[in-house]
């Protein structure tokens, strides 16, 4: 069997800047829900990561 972590967070793309803490991944804010929105897309398609919506106010983009 072939255990062990695939996936990797490249980034984190919020509006709020109070829902993040400390971390050791790259956080990109954004002023507007539209602005978030292309970021994670541009961010994305640059890392040819997969974009997840927390409905938190927050995207996070994995590499799978």
């Known amino acids: 069997m072939d255990f062990g972590i695939k996936d990797n967070i ?3 793309v ?3 800047r109070s829902m ?3 971390t050791t991944v790259p956080v990109f804010y954004a002023k507007t829900e539209e602005e978030q929105e292309k970021i ?3 961010v994305s398609k640059i890392t040819m990561g997969m974009v997840h919506d927390l409905e938190n106010g927050s995207y ?3 590499k799978h």
């Open 10 to 12: 490249i980034a984190i």
């Open 14 to 16: 919020t509006i709020d």
């Open 20 to 22: 993040i803490s400390t």
């Open 40 to 42: 994670a897309l541009l």
């Open 60 to 62: 996070v983009i994995v």
